[in-house]
C-alpha cells in the first residue's frame, strides 16, 4: 500500500484511504522505530469505522533481522486478526520461510525492496524513483546475492530495477534466476508484469496478474493492477469485477 510514498508519508489517514480503496474491511498500520532499548513495532489493527486497536511489539534487530521480519509480520497479522474476528478461534499463521536465513543478506534486501515497491507498476504510472533510488536499490540486491548467492530473491529485486531502468536483457536474466518460493514474491510478479506490458501486450500483463491471484488469492497490490489493466483497456465491465 506504501507504493508511490516514503515511509513517512504512509500516514494513519493514507492507510485507512488505500484499505478504502482496495475495498477492505480492516487494515493494520505501524512503524518500526529506534529506541535505546532496541526497535519497537508500534502501530494499530482497524476495522472501518470501528475505534482503532493498538499495538506495540519490541524487536531485536541486532542479529537477527530474518528472524523479527518474521515476528514482525506474524504481529500484524494477529492484531488485524483479532480485531476482525469475533469467536476467538487462534488464528493459524501458515507463514512462508524465508529462503534466505542471512541476517546481511535480508537487511540489503529489504532496503532494495523497501525502494522498489514504492514504484507503481501500471502502464500509465510515471517513474516515480530517481535514477539515484533506483542505482540505490540495485547495489542493495546485488549485496544480498553476494552475501547469500542461494538467495534467489535478491534476483527478483535486480529484475524489477534494471526493468525500471529499461535494461531488458538484464532483467530478463535476473528474472530467469529466481525459482522457488521467491518466485511467488511481489518483486517477481511485478517484474514480469512490466515487462510483459512493455514489451507484449495489456492481454499479456492481464495473464500475469491472473497467475499471481490464482497462485495467492490474498494478494492485493495484484488485484488492484489488474482492475487499473482493465479499466485503462477499456474493460470497464471486468474492472468493476476486478475490485469487488
Sequence with gaps: LGEGLKAEQLTPEEAERAARRLGADGYVS??????????????????????????????????????????????????LYKVAVTDKKPLVLQDVPPSTLSDPAMRSFAHCYGTLMR????????????EAELRSALQA?????????????????????????????????????????????????????????????GAAGEQVLREAIAAQPGFLLARSYLAELLDTLSEHEKAGEAWR
Design 30 to 79: 505501524g512503524q518500526l522505530v529506534a529506541g535505546p532499548k532496541g526497535h519497537v513495532l508500534t502501530g494499530s489493527a482497524q476495522l472501518l469505522g470501528k475505534k482503532p486497536h493498538p499495538l506495540s511489539l519490541k524487536l531485536d534487530l541486532g542479529e537477527a533481522t530474518v528472524k523479527s521480519i518474521e515476528e514482525g509480520g506474524d504481529a500484524l497479522a494477529t492484531a
Design 119 to 130: 514504484q507503481p507498476a501500471g502502464i500509465e504510472n510515471p517513474t516515480v524513483l530517481d
Design 141 to 201: 540486491c546485488e549485496a544480498a546475492a553476494k552475501e547469500d548467492p542461494g538467495f534467489s530473491g535478491a534476483q527478483a529485486g535486480l529484475a524489477l530495477a534494471f526493468a525500471i531502468l529499461g535494461d531488458d536483457a538484464r532483467a530478463v536474466r535476473a528474472l530467469n534466476l529466481v525459482g522457488g518460493a521467491d518466485s511467488r514474491q511481489p518483486l517477481a510478479w511485478q517484474a514480469r508484469f512490466w515487462l510483459v506490458t512493455r514489451y507484449q501486450s
